[in-house]
């Protein structure tokens, strides 16, 4: 050791490594980030480029790592898997291109065996959560509307919605004649400007990087305040190994920078890096105390892969209805299906929202793939007229659906493709289940109704089955050490001192875009962790 131990060592800057981060340094405490990538220049973001679609698609910006290939990221292999694996790697993570979509999940995503007999309960509640919901909204900078009757009463977010611009409110209106539920889409994207972020100027371009700084990223909104407060962060530092002491304890890290290995020491070690890359680095750091990787006593480290896909249902209006204002993440969202109803034939459901559908290459792809008009005439003189029809007068539900954990789905390490140092590549074994497929085919069946009702002149399904890059699930939280990895704080049940707070935790996957949550855990692991700080590491449980 060249250096006195820190008293907290998070591996990866993304949502949840850089909520821990700036909480306990603000808290009091030493810490040092390691993130394998960089700072991403908003300068260099597409979204702001006339070819932007291009690329965010063929570029260095594309969310695959297999098409991205930057030698900060490490490949994945997917041969195996129904759907590709999307993530980013640099300070912020993934939340540089997220949508900036901040719903939260109900009261009985917590429950789900309790009511439904299926997968597990949380080893917590949705009231438990509820104060670093608050905390994180803020951090965040969220922008909402209180009083959503799906909902609790609860605190509401800390700044206004956001108008509801034209193709929210022509779906809105095609709900109010189904009677189905609706209300204001929560984006992390300021409505006005709120702490390290300004106001969003509605560039509509939220999925390929904020151009203004305004999204809610964790590089703009948490990580500048765990600098502030002494935190340091390590770019273009790819961890190889979590190490551990005699008294099988963590005591630090080894990492690879710019060729050089190198060794981090700490009191108390922290993974963010999501549910493909944190069991990547447990799987990694066996050794003869955990011959079948770190924390894996229970051998559910990289099983339980959630991938939680996603369908898209595309309707054409004759109005112009501005689908590239922004923000891009959601306009409106409906839960109208989100419960279960065994009458349905499957359990559990799925949340929709309203996005815009892009620019014309996107528009053109809708085309080419779509249910029903992939055998149009598409090119010649029907480009531009169907260019015109739908580039500005389209509307896109997203169905997300809760995807049931199954242990086949997991990540474990290839056995010959590695990364740029040498490091073994994650591979992904991943099918959808056939619930998840039903969850899909009648949610967007009832998305074409949707359609319908609103006046669409057209409408049809594209996506039945993508995956969303979310990935959760692959190293679960409970209360039995046999059956679960971590914690209801994240505290790997094996190594008293090592805590995971990214996504790869969740029991169950939800059918809510999970970064809220992913915050909120990470803000409740890091509450936890200070207000034990005075005990010894090893008696924290």
Wanted: charged share 20%; with cysteine; glycine share 10%.
């Amino acid at each position: 050791m060249s250096q006195e131990p820190v008293d907290v060592l998070i591996i990866g800057a993304g949502a949840s490594g850089s909520t821990a981060a700036k909480h306990l340094a603000e808290s009091g405490f030493s810490v040092v980030v390691l993130e394998q990538g960089h700072w991403t220049n908003a300068s260099d973001l597409p979204g702001d480029k006339a070819e932007y679609e291009l690329l965010w698609t063929n570029h260095q910006w594309n969310p695959d790592p297999n098409v991205r290939r930057r030698p900060e990221d490490y490949p994945v292999n997917v041969a195996d898997s129904e759907q590709p694996v999307y993530m980013y790697n640099g300070a912020g993570g993934s939340t540089v291109f997220f949508a900036g979509v901040w719903s939260r999940p109900l009261p009985s995503d917590f429950r789900v065996r309790t009511m439904d007999g299926v997968a597990d309960d949380w080893p917590m509640s949705y009231e438990d959560l509820l104060p670093y919901y608050a905390a994180t909204d803020y951090d965040m900078g969220v922008s909402g509307l209180a009083g959503n009757p799906a909902y609790p009463p609860g605190a509401e977010p800390p700044l206004p919605a956001h108008p509801i611009h034209l193709t929210g409110r022509r779906m809105a209106e095609g709900l109010n004649k189904l009677g189905w539920h609706w209300w204001p889409g929560y984006s992390a994207i300021p409505s006005r400007a709120h702490r390290n972020q300004p106001q969003c100027v509605r560039l509509g371009v939220c999925r390929t990087g904020c151009v203004v700084g305004a999204k809610g990223s964790a590089d703009v909104t948490l990580l500048p305040d765990a600098l502030r407060h002494g935190a340091r962060l390590e770019t273009g530092a790819r961890v190889a190994r979590v190490t551990l002491d005699e008294n099988g304890l963590a005591n630090g890290a080894i990492y690879l920078q710019q060729g050089v290995e190198k060794f981090q020491p700490a009191k108390l070690v922290i993974i963010g890096a999501n549910g493909i890359g944190t069991p990547r680095l447990l799987l990694m750091s066996d050794s003869s105390r955990f011959p079948n990787g770190l924390a894996n006593s229970s051998d559910l480290v990289g099983r339980r892969l959630m991938l939680h896909p996603f369908g898209s249902a595309i309707g054409l209006y004759d109005d112009d209805l501005e689908d590239w204002v922004g923000p891009a993440g959601t306009q409106i969202e409906c839960l109208e299906f989100y419960e279960s109803d065994p009458s349905r034939g499957f359990l559990r459901g799925s949340k929709w929202h309203v996005m815009g559908t892009g620019g014309p290459m996107e528009m053109a792809t809708r085309w080419h793939i779509g249910e029903g008009v992939s055998e149009e005439p598409f090119w010649g003189d029907q480009f531009t007229a169907k260019m015109k029809q739908a580039v500005g007068h389209s509307v896109d539900w997203i169905v997300h659906a809760e995807d049931l954990p199954e242990e086949h789905n997991r990540v474990t390490l290839d056995q010959t493709l590695t990364d740029s140092d040498g490091l073994p590549a994650p591979k992904v074994t991943y099918v959808t289940s056939e619930n998840t497929h039903k969850i899909l085919d009648f949610g967007l069946n009832r998305a074409i109704e949707a359609h319908r009702a609103a006046g669409a002149t057209k409408a049809w399904i594209t996506f039945r089955n993508f995956s969303s890059g979310h990935n959760l699930g692959t190293a679960k939280m409970g209360h039995d050490r046999e059956t679960s990895v971590v914690n209801s704080y994240g505290q790997a049940h094996d190594v008293p001192n090592l805590y995971i707070v990214d996504g790869s935790v969740f029991p169950t996957s939800t059918a809510t875009n999970p970064t809220s949550t992913i915050c909120a855990l990470a803000k409740r692991t890091a509450t936890f962790i200070a207000s034990n700080r005075d005990q010894k590491v090893a008696s924290w449980v």
